[in-house]
């Protein structure tokens, strides 16, 4: 019998921190890890004038980055030109940067948009691009509640930003 470990897992199933950043009052984890100063540490794979790209702490499968503002809302409606525009354009460059490293054959591009819906940081909207590929979900997911990711979020890491680094973003 094979056995898959993922201990870097439990924190989530007990809902804590991966990355233990105190985040302050009105303030948001994104913000937080953002302020950081350290992008390896905090997962910014790449930084806009509005906005950034985050690798998931808890991917759904490798690669699974975020898009998100660099101000603080939960509110779509309360972004202003600009800052769609670029956060569109990252959607876009985190898409090709995806395919190059993975070469999904597919992806879920996505936003949720309050508590309601599932948002798991609701104060501080982001999107969330997910590379896929056929059969990559079995009964891991649906029973064990668990993902079954076949590289390190360091490695993971490591590769995207040097990806990003040689296909920057028009974000003109």
């Known amino acids: 019998m094979e056995r898959l ?3 870097w897992r439990m924190l989530y199933l007990k809902g804590e921190s991966a990355s233990r950043v105190e985040v302050p009052a009105g303030g948001s984890l994104f913000a937080a890890l953002a302020a950081r100063g ?5 997962g910014i794979v790449f930084r806009g004038e509005h906005s950034f790209v985050i690798l998931n702490a808890f991917p759904y499968s490798n690669g699974h980055l975020m898009v998100v503002p660099n101000r603080i809302t939960g509110d779509i409606a ?17 898409v090709c940067w995806l395919r190059l490293a993975y070469n999904p054959q597919g992806f879920n591009v996505g936003i949720n948009i309050g508590e309601a819906s599932g948002a ?15 059969g990559d979900t079995n009964f891991m997911t649906t029973v064990g509640e668990v993902r079954v990711l076949p590289q390190t979020l360091e490695d993971t890491f490591n590769l995207l930003v040097k990806i990003s680094a040689q296909n920057p973003p028009d974000l003109s």
């Open 78 to 94: 309360a972004l202003n030109g600009a800052e769609l525009k670029e956060i569109n354009q990252l959607v876009k460059a985190a």
């Open 5 to 7: 470990y993922a201990p």
């Open 38 to 42: 350290n992008d390896a540490e905090a």
């Open 120 to 134: 798991g940081i609701p104060n501080h909207i982001h999107w969330h691009i997910v590379p896929r590929w056929s």
